[in-house]
Structures are given as C-alpha cells and as structure tokens.
C-alpha cells in the first residue's frame, strides 16, 4: 500500500545515480521554468510595468554612446564649442535618468521575484509537512531542510541579485544590438562574429553546469543531513562513545562534497576564457568595418565611433548573461530542488472520501477495523503485526502492553501517522487515507502534548476556528480547566514560552478541550500521565470520558484505571494481540493482562497513589 506513495515517478535524467533513489524528486527543467512563468504570471500589470522601466532605462543608456560619437564629430569638424557642450550635457542627463530608471526597474523586479520565492517556500514547506513520516525519513531530513533553507538561500540570493541584474543586461543587450543595426546593418553583422564563440562557449557552459551544480547541492545536501544528525543527536552520540565515527562519516560527507565543487569551478574558469576571446575578435571585427566604411566615405566618422562605442556597451552586459548563467544555474537548480517538493503536493495532498467527510460532519458514530494490519519503523523489525480489532460505534477499548509492545505504534497508524506495510485500515468499512484521517474524523492526542504560543483561546480554536467563546468555556468547563476561567485575562491568557507556562496535567485537559471542540468520531488517546498522583489521575479519567463523549475511542492506557472502565481491553506483547476481552473476564483469565494489573496495582500502592 505504501509502495506507490513512498515511490514517486521520475525520469532517468532525473535521477542520475542510485543514491539519489531514495530522495525526494527533483523537478525537471520544464517543469522548473512553466512554475516559475505560473508563479510571477499572477502578477501580469506589475510585470509589464518593470518591464516598460527596463526598456525605458535601457533606451536612455544608448544616448551616451549616440552623443559621444557626435563630439567626436563635432571635434573632427571644427563645429562651435556649444554643440559639444550641449552633448555632454545630454550625456549627463541621459545617464541620471539611465541609472534612476534601471535602479527602480531593478528593486521592483527584486520585490516581484522575492514575493513569488516566499509562495513557494510556504508551499514547499506546507507539502514537506503533509508528506507521511516515513517517507520524509527515507528522503532524508538532511534533504528536506537543506531544500527549504539552502536552496531557499541559493534562490533568494539570486532573486535578490543575480535575476535583476540579469534582466537588465538582457535588455540593454536587445536594445543596444537594436540601435546598432538601425545606426548600419552592416556593424550588426561585423558583431555577430563573436556571436558563434559565445554561443557555442555558452551551451557548452549550459550541459555542463547545470548536472555539476545538482550533484553539487545534493552532496552538500548529503553533508547538511550528517551534520543535522551530529547536532540533533549529539549527546547520544557522546554518551555512546560514537563521536569519533560520526566524525569519519562528517568529514567524508564533506570530502565527497569537494569534488563536485572542484569540477563546477573549473568549468566556470573555463567559460570565462571563451568569453573574453569572443570579446575581442567581436570588437576587431566592428572597429575594421567602421574603418573600411568610413574611409571609403560610406558612413560617417561619428557613426563608426558609435558602433564601436555600442559594441563596446554590449561587452558588459554579455559577459553579465553569459557569466551570470552560473549563478542562474546554481538558482534553478535550487529551484527545481524546491518545485521538486511542491510537484509531489498532489501525491500527498490526501483527502478523505466524501462519505468519509460527510460523516465527520453529521458526528455518526463510526467503525473502526484493522485488517491483518503490519507495520515496521525499520526494516525487518516489525513494531505491529498482523493485528486485527474491530472498535465498535461508541465503544471505548483501551490498548495495554509491556513498554514497547507496540501500542504507539498501533496509536499512529490508526491516526494515519503510519502506513501499515500490510493489512488494512478501514472506517465504515473504507480505507482511511494516510495523511487524511483527522479529515475523516480520527484525532489523535499524542504523548507529546503542545501549547502552542499565543492565548488559551488560540491554542483551543486550533480544532475548531470558529467556536464562539460560549463553546470555549464549556470545553475548558468539560475536562476540568476551570483554573482558565479564574485567570483574571480567561481564556484571553497568553501561554507557552513567552507566557503562562501550564503543568502537564494542564497542557493535557488544554489538549482534551480540543477535542471536546473538535468532537471526531474516532479518538486516539496515547497520553503520557502514568505516574500522575491519584486524585489528578482520577480528574484526568473524567476529563477524558467527557473527552470522549460518544466517540469510538482507542485509549493507549499507561494508568489500568482506564483499561478497568473501557468496554473491552485489547492487550498487546511483542507487536500482537495476544488477549483481548472486558477487564473482568481477563483478569478472571489469569494470563498477561492479570499480571499487568496486579503489577499495577502493586506499584500504585506503594507508590502512595491507591487506584480508586
Ligand atoms: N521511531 C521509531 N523508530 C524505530 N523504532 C521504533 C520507533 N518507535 C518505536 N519503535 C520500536 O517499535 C517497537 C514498538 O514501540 P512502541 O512505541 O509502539 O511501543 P509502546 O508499547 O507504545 O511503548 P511505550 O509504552 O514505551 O510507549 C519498539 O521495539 C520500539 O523500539
């Protein structure tokens, strides 16, 4: 099942080799190029506006190379001092108004292109997170963050430098080449002597850089996703005495990433050799045509000089487009790296089925079944296996184990968290689909509960955002927060980091209002409170049974006061089920779950915290 979903179909040209097999895709060029036309298309009377500026600031460029052949001449004629004044004057002016227009052209183009990058980063980012966990794990989370910020970086330099000033020679360079034909054709043809080389300089460039600079970002890609690993578990690895080996394998990550950049450097070096050779056979070209014409009196002295002028204007800007198409690579390769992300939004932009949506809306009550159902976080080491449970509309089973028996594991994939590797799950006897089961009605409240920075109200209107504050106090009233309500501020109270910060208990019964808002059909509740004194576990029982309401509910009972008070207790060892039935009837039984409850009970009492 997920098979086709971790698996994503690309081309060869694609995937270059087979390490690449398991990152995320990366967007071909077409691709690349028809999503950034889409993108800055959106925003058509802006682009036309810096484009009349570009002309605008380019048409004023070509005055001075226009005027200073006309000094010249002036000179060669002996006309009065005013005419060559009067020139450089205009050259002046020529020249504020060039610069003016170009530096407006270029600061609106930035914003326009900036705007459109942060779109995309948004989109990226929004799809990398609705991109099933396992999968993110098999891309690499090296290879996702390095996407989202390093080639984000790559890109949004270039958009911020590198575009503008390219866009800006491309048209000096048309507008230029256009006045130099209309001054005589013929210097047009004397330049485009150049033109073979630098074409041929640059597809030579083009087929080059743009594989170098991909294999480039991915080995250091490769690196980032080593050092994120050394960082993020740093002291496991000290404690583990594993230092000296992550060190190895950061220090090959970084040697492999050498080469790549080696091979992009010379390939730079090389191109800007070609470049400066076509400079000066083109100028050659120009100035020995402007003196064969002039001299046979076919035009004049102060045309040739503007042609060679012109030409010489044209030097600039080629080499900016020309070079520059390194940079530009480096971008688009951070931008096809980016739409690579965003191309796989559909495979992953998981929806429920409608019946299944339709259903959440009227609150039914829901079925839910596990089919054979198998799963393993690594190769070869099933977490679940071949578990089976059918939790009837409104039943509540809660789910006990030894630590490690599976439970989360189970938790997760009935939430969508998980793809099963096999087997089924179903809601109303349809398969939920992975990523899409919070919109068919399943919540899961995990281990790990969150407040999230802002005020109780925001952190409650998170399930539900248009609950009117009514419906806020009542939550908070069901599940036993009344402490919200006696806050002088309510639920106007900021919490989290820069604010209230809320004991456990708390952040839970904030959690479990939640789902008193959000009301799914099918709860999941993985809480984390089993050590909690007896009288907070006996308010956080009832706060949870309000929670549930009439819900289906799958509770992971770390306290076996919740397992007592289910309809049925599903018991899990090494993965599977291995009992299943009403407390009384199991501990009648004397089997695993017999001996888990007077375990429990044990402990509890000496603990100080009698069950009820
Ligand atoms: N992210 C993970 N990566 C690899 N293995 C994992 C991961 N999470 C859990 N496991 C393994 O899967 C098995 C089942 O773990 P799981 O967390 O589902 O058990 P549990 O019964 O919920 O345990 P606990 O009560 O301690 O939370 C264990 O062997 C565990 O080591």
Redesign the pocket.
């Known amino acids: 099942m997920s098979t086709t979903q971790d698996h994503p179909s690309t081309t060869p040209d694609q995937r270059p080799d087979a390490d690449e097999a398991l990152l995320l895709p990366i967007a071909d060029a077409r691709t690349t190029r028809r999503q950034a036309v889409r993108r800055l298309g959106r925003r058509p009377f802006a682009l036309l506006g810096v484009a009349a500026l570009f002309v605008a600031a380019s048409v004023c460029g070509l005055a001075a190379p226009a005027l200073l052949g006309r000094i010249v001449e002036a000179v060669t004629e002996n006309e009065p001092g005013g005419v060559v004044f009067a020139c450089a004057g205009g050259i002046l002016a020529a020249g504020i108004a060039a610069a003016a227009l170009g530096r407006l052209a270029h600061a609106w183009l930035a914003r326009l292109l900036q705007s459109a990058l942060a779109e995309l980063r948004e989109e990226a980012f929004r799809t990398a997170m609705g991109i099933p966990q396992a999968r993110l794990e098999k891309a690499g989370v090296g290879d996702v963050v390095s996407r989202v910020s390093g080639d984000v970086e790559a890109v949004g330099e270039a958009v911020g430098g590198v575009l503008p000033v390219f866009t800006a020679a491309g048209f000096t360079i048309v507008v230029t080449a256009g006045g130099l034909a209309v001054l005589d054709p013929r210097f047009a043809l004397a330049a485009l002597v150049a033109a073979p080389v630098q074409v041929l300089a640059t597809r030579w460039f083009l087929r080059r850089s743009g594989p170098a600079y991909r294999r480039l970002r991915i080995a250091e890609g490769h690196r980032t996703g080593e050092l994120v690993e050394v960082f993020t578990s740093e002291e496991t690895i000290v404690t583990t005495g594993r230092s000296a080996r992550h060190a190895q394998r950061v220090a090959r990550a970084s040697e492999d990433a050498i080469a790549p950049a080696l091979r992009a450097t010379r390939i730079m070096a090389t191109f800007w050799n070609s470049l400066n050779a076509a400079e000066l056979v083109g100028l050659a070209s120009v100035l020995a045509v402007g003196a064969l014409l002039s001299s046979s009196g076919t035009v004049t002295v102060s045309a040739a000089t503007t042609a060679a002028l012109l030409y010489f204007r044209l030097f600039d800007p080629i080499g900016v487009v020309l070079s520059e198409f390194d940079a530009l690579q480096r971008a688009t390769a951070g931008l096809s790296r980016l739409v690579g992300v965003v191309s796989v939004a559909d495979r992953y932009a998981a929806r429920a089925t409608e019946a299944q949506r339709a259903a959440q809306r009227a609150r039914t009550p829901a079925r839910l079944t596990l089919e054979n159902v198998s799963f393993a976080?690594?190769p070869g080491?099933l977490?679940v296996t071949e578990v089976s449970l059918t939790v009837h509309p409104g039943e509540r089973i809660a789910v006990v184990?030894?630590?490690?028996?599976?439970?989360?594991?189970?938790a997760g994939l009935v939430a969508g968290i998980h793809t099963p590797d096999a087997g089924r799950v179903l809601l109303d006897g349809e398969p939920v689909v992975p990523g899409a089961a919070a919109e068919a009605g399943v919540l899961l409240v995990t281990?790990e509960v969150r407040v999230f920075a802002g005020t109780v109200a925001d952190n409650l209107r998170l399930a539900a955002p248009d609950a009117p504050d009514a419906d806020l106090d009542a939550a908070l009233r069901a599940v036993g927060a009344d402490w919200v309500l006696d806050l002088p501020d309510g639920t106007a109270t900021r919490v989290g980091p820069d604010g209230l910060e809320p004991s456990s208990e708390r952040a839970q019964q904030l959690a479990l209002a939640r789902v008193v808002l959000a009301r799914p059909r099918v709860l999941v509740l993985d809480e984390a409170t089993a050590e909690t004194g007896a009288r907070a576990a006996r308010a956080l029982d009832r706060a949870t049974a309000n929670a549930i309401g009439d819900a289906s509910a799958l509770v992971?009972a770390?306290r076996l006061t919740q397992a007592e008070t289910a309809d049925r207790v599903v018991v899990?060892d090494h993965?599977r089920i291995v009992e299943e039935g009403p407390h009384a009837d199991l501990l009648a039984k004397r089997g695993t779950y017999a001996r888990l409850w007077h375990a429990w009970t044990a402990r509890t009492t000496t603990n100080g915290a009698p069950v009820a």
């Open positions: 976080h690594a080491r977490a184990g030894a630590s490690g028996s599976g439970k989360s594991s189970l281990q992971i770390h899990m993965g």
